[in-house]
T-cell receptor, first 118, second 113 residues
């Protein structure tokens, strides 16, 4: 079974600064997907960034980028130029590939609460 | 995308009762998953439906059941509610084979007293 570990329960960053959230995972699969989701107090899971395991290039989405180290099974999220609106719970998630007859489910870590201070 | 809508947003039930939670997905979302998120935890996979059939289940007992309808709506039913069932229940949907994640609803907060 796949597992996802987020070892930082809480992080704090000053506005305009950069912060990195850590995530490690365990799997025996070679093809899979990794995601970072943001969950604000509104509760809805919002996709921040995604990475396909077969792609060596790290994904970037505006101020958000990842450091994907497949051999080390590490998938960290870097937020640059942090904004007050970035404050939320951040979840790292693993998803297996689509195979007929089996679910393509998300396995989540326990989350990191990010605080953004002035 | 018009999004994924869940109802109700909040619900209080008594231990032993039964509850039905609803999710309305957009057209084309033939895959729907349900997750349970306890306070302070990450979501846990309950089960997934594809084309109206369950195609995978997490570590949840049979009193958790579901339905998916041809109009892209779905239900999560929980029988014989227990106090530990108190959680946020999230619905996530998308087209089968889509690589880039599912769309989540805002969830239903269930409290069992």
């Amino acid at each position: 079974a796949q597992t996802v570990t987020q070892s930082q329960p809480e992080m704090s960053v000053q506005e305009a600064e950069t912060v990195t959230l850590s995530c490690t995972y365990d799997t025996s699969e070679s093809d899979y997907y990794l995601f970072w989701y943001k969950q604000p107090p509104s509760r809805q899971m919002i996709l921040v960034i995604r990475q396909e395991a077969y792609k060596q290039q790290n994904a970037t989405e505006n101020r958000f980028s990842v450091n994907f180290q497949k051999a080390a099974k590490s998938f960290s999220l870097k937020i640059s130029d942090s904004q007050l609106g970035d404050a939320a719970m951040y979840f790292c998630a693993y998803r297996n590939t689509f195979n007929t007859g089996t679910a393509s489910k998300l396995t989540f870590g326990t989350g990191t609460r990010l605080q953004v201070t002035l | 995308e018009t999004g994924v809508t869940q109802s109700p947003t909040h619900l209080i039930k008594t231990r032993g009762q039964q509850v039905t939670l609803r999710c309305s997905s957009q057209s084309g979302h033939n895959t729907v998953s349900w997750y349970q998120q306890a306070l302070g935890q990450g979501p846990q996979f309950i089960f997934q439906y594809y084309r109206e059939e369950e195609n995978g289940r997490g570590n949840f007992p049979p009193r958790f059941s579901g339905l998916q309808f041809p109009n892209y709506s779905s239900e999560l039913n929980v029988n014989a509610l227990e106090l530990d069932d108190s959680a946020l229940y999230l619905c996530a949907s998308g087209p089968w084979g889509r690589r880039f994640g599912y769309t989540f609803g805002s969830g239903t907060r269930l409290t069992v007293v």
